[in-house]
C-alpha cells in the first residue's frame, strides 16, 4: 500500500487541539504516522489548504427499502444530478435520493470517510445491506430500528431490560445492525390502528406501555449491552407546532443514566434531527409558530450525557422518508402530493412522500432558522453534529453549504434578506439576535470527532492522531486568505482536492480515481439469547412472520463482503 | 440569422441521444466545433460529426442560430431540448423527446415525431406537421409539474396521453388523439380537431379541453351544463359544456368553485 505524506496544509483537529496549524500529515499502511516515519512517501501539497481528518456522518439515509420507495415513486428526481461515467468512477444520477454510485461520491466529495445509514427495519436487512455493499469507498453500518418493535415493547412493559437486551443483542448479530434507533416510539405502531402516540406518556395501543417506558428501557438496554452508539432516539411529535414540550420531556428520560461502555463514549442518548422537534405555537400560520430552540438548548447544555444533530432545512425540493408513518401521512396532507406508507410487520413501519422547502414560504425558512439556532446556541459543539436528515431535511450534497451558514453570518442575513418572509422569520425565531459564526475548529468537531465518539468509533475515525484510519481529506479553502466570501466556505467542502480513505487515494486533484474498498461495520454483542427470548423469537417467526427464521438471517459472504465487526461483551 | 445544416451520415445501432442540437449549444460555434459536439450511444460518448455532416455555422447568439437537421432521424432522440431561443427545423422523422423541456424559441418538424415530444414543455412554439406518439406535451414520469406555458401544435395525429398534468400553454391536435387526454390538467387549453377515446379529462381540476369530433366514453365525472357557441383555434361553433372531474378536489376563487372544462363540439 502506498505511503503518502500531506505536507503544507492548515491542520485542523480537534482531539490534539491542532487549530490551523502548517503541518504535514503522514499514511502508511492505511494508518496515519508520525511524518517523521513515512520515507517513501508520495508527496501531496496541500498548500494554501485546510486538512482535516475525513468527515463522520452519524445519520443520514441512503441505503435501504425506504431509501429505495424514495427512488421508485420519483424518477422525476433523476432529471437533474446525472453525472457521467468517467474512468474508474461509475455514472452518477438523482437528486435527492442519489444513486448507490452517487451516494458514495458525493460523501468522497464531501470529504466523509464514514457514514451512519440511520434507519434500518431488520425484515429488510437483507436489502439494506446489498445497497451499502453498492455505496463505493464509504465506510458504513446501519441502525435497525427498535422503537415500535413487539417484542421490545412486551419485554419493557414488564420492565425486562435483561430480555430487551438479549433480543437485541440477537438482532443486531443476525441484521448486522450496528446500534440501537428508535423512532416515533409506540407512535408508528400506534399508526397502524390509525392513532400515533403525541406525548412520552402517551400508552400504545393494545401494548401497555408509554413511549417513556420504551426510550428509558433502550436506552437503558442499550447501557447494559455496553454498545459502541448510544440509543439513538427520534421522539415523538416530529414535526408538529409546539412539540418542544414532547422534546424535552423525552431528553429528560436519560436523567441519571450514566454511560457504560469501553469507546470513551460519554453521552447515553442521541436526539436526532432536533430542528424537527423545538417549535412552539400551536399552527404552521406565522402569528402562531415560532422557535423554542432557546428552550431546547437550555436544556441540551445542562444535560452532559445527550447529543444531537441538527436535521437542517436546506431550502430544496427533496423526498422526506421516515419511519414515523403517521407524520408522512400527515405531511401528504398537507402538499397533496403522491405519497407512499409501508408497514414491516411487527417491526417497524415507514412513509415516503417528496416536499419541498420552498423559500418563499414563512415556515420553510423559520424551519431553516431553528436548524441554525440549534447548533449556533451550542456550548459544547462535539455534542452537536451536522446533518440534514438526508434527505428529509435536505439533500446530502448541501453540507457544505450548512457549513457556510453557520460560519458567515452575512451568509445567513443574505438569505434572510432576500426571503420574502424573512422579516417575519427574524421576529418568530431567534436567528436574528445572533452573531456567533463558527470556526474551522468547531465544524470539524460537529462532523469529525464528536460524530465518531458517539458513534463509538473515536478510536479510528475523527482526528489525525497517530494510529487513526488513514482518512484525510484536502479542502480548497485559505483559512488566511479566503475569508471575505461564505461561497468559497461551500465551494470547498464540497470539492475536496485530495481525499485519502483508509490509505488509498481516492481523490486526486479534484478527480476521483479510485471506488476505494468500503467496509460494512456491525457489532456483534456477545450476550447469550435468554431462554424467554428464544422461545418468544421461534414462536412469534412460526405464528406471524411472512419468513422462516432461515430467510431472515443475513449472510456475510453475500451480503457484507468486507465486514468489520466490532465485538462486546456486556457486564 | 446564421443556418447550420445538420445531415444524418450514418444511422446509429442503438439510439442516438443528442440534447446537444439546440440554438443555445450551438451559438457562436463554427462547423468544426460543433461536429467536435458530445452524442451518446447507449453508454458511450462520441461526437456529433461521426453521424452527421455539418454545414453553414451558427450566429454569435442562440437567438440569431437556425438549426436545420435533415435525413432520416427514427433513431435520433432530443433534438431541440431544453431549447430557449432561436430556431430548429427538423426536415423528416424524428424519435423521442423531440423539444422536450423547451423554453422558448421556434421548433418546426417537418413529419413525424416519436413519443414525449414537447416534453415538460415551459415556452416556445413547437409545430409538428405530421404524427406525435404518445405522452405528447405531457409531464415527466413521476413530476407532478406538466406543460406550463408554450404552443404545441400537431397537424396529424397523436398518441394517447397527452398534456399529463398540463398547467398551462396550449396543445392542438389536428387529428385524432388516443385515450387520456389532459389526465391531472391544472391549467392550459387543449384543442382536438378529430376524435376523442376515452378518458378524457380524468382527474382535471382545472383547465379547458375541446373535442370537435366523437368521445367513444365519457369519463363518469363529467357533468352537462349548457350548449356555448364558441371560437376555438379559428373555428367558430356551437360546444356541449361539461365540468368535472368531479370525483377530484377542487379550489375556490372568490367564492366559486373552480373546475376543469369539457367542451364537445356539436
Known sequence: MAEYIVKNGFVVDPVTGVNCEKMDVAVKNGKIVDASEAKKAKVIDASGCVVMAGGVDLHSHSAGPKVNVGRNIRPEDKLTGKVAAKGVKRMEAGFSVPTTSKSGYVLSRMGYGFAMEAAMPPLYARHTHEEMRDIPIVDMGALPVFGNNWFVMEYLKNNEIENTASYIAWLLRVTKGYGIKNVNPGGTEAWGWGMNCLTPDDPVPYFDVTPKQIIKGLIEANEYLRLPHCMHLHSNSLGEPGNYETTIASLKCAEGIKANNDFGREQVLHHTHLQFHSYGGESYASKSFESKSKEVMDYVNSAPNISFDMGQVTLDETTTMTADGPFEYHLSHMNHLKWANTDVELETAAGVVPFIYSPKTFIAVAQWAIGLELALYAKNMEKVNLTTDAPNAGPIHRYPRVIKWLMSEKARNDLLDSAKYGDKVRDRCYIGEIDRELTLMEIAQMTRSGSASCLGLSHMFGSLKPGMEGDVVVYPYNPETDTDDPEKIEYAFGNAKYFLKGGDLIIDDGEIISNGNKRTFWVNSKTEMTEQVERDVSERFKRYYTVSQNNYEVKESHYVPNPYVIEVESA | ?266
Open chain 2, 1 to 266: 440569422m446564421n443556418t447550420v445544416v445538420l445531415t444524418i451520415s450514418k444511422q446509429p445501432e442503438l439510439y442516438l441521444e443528442t440534447e446537444n442540437i439546440t440554438p443555445d449549444v450551438f451559438a457562436g460555434k463554427s462547423a468544426e466545433e460543433i461536429a467536435a459536439l458530445n452524442v451518446y450511444e447507449g453508454n458511450l460518448t462520441h461526437t456529433l460529426g461521426e453521424y452527421f455532416t455539418v454545414a453553414g455555422g451558427a450566429g454569435d447568439t442562440a437567438a440569431d442560430t437556425r438549426i436545420e437537421v435533415k435525413g432520416d432521424l427514427t433513431r435520433v432522440k432530443w433534438i431541440g431540448a431544453k431549447m430557449t431561443t432561436g430556431e430548429v427545423v427538423i426536415e423528416g422523422d424524428s424519435d423521442m423527446y423531440t423539444g422536450a423541456f423547451m423554453e422558448g424559441g421556434k421548433l418546426l418538424a417537418k413529419g413525424n415525431v416519436g413519443h414525449f415530444a414537447g416534453l415538460g414543455m415551459k415556452g416556445g412554439d413547437l409545430h409538428v406537421t405530421g404524427n406525435a406518439g404518445n405522452y405528447l406535451g405531457a409531464a415527466y414520469r413521476g413530476d407532478w409539474r406538466g406543460m406550463m406555458s408554450g404552443v404545441l401544435r400537431v397537424d396529424g395525429n397523436a398518441g394517447s396521453d397527452i398534456g399529463t398534468f398540463m398547467r398551462g400553454g396550449e396543445i392542438i391536435v389536428g387529428g385524432d388523439v388516443d385515450v387520456h387526454v389532459g389526465t391531472h390538467q391544472e391549467g392550459g387549453k387543449i384543442v382536438v380537431k378529430g376524435n376523442g377515446k376515452s378518458k378524457i379529462g380524468g382527474q382535471m381540476v382545472k383547465g379547458d379541453i375541446y373535442i370537435f369530433g366523437s368521445i367513444d366514453v365519457m369519463m363518469p365525472g363529467f357533468a352537462y351544463r349548457e350548449n356555448v357557441d364558441l371560437e376555438v383555434d379559428g373555428v367558430k361553433a356551437t360546444f356541449e359544456h361539461y365540468i368535472g372531474d368531479l370525483g377530484e378536489r377542487h379550489g375556490k376563487s372568490k367564492g366559486e368553485t373552480i373546475y376543469g372544462h369539457l367542451y364537445k363540439k356539436l
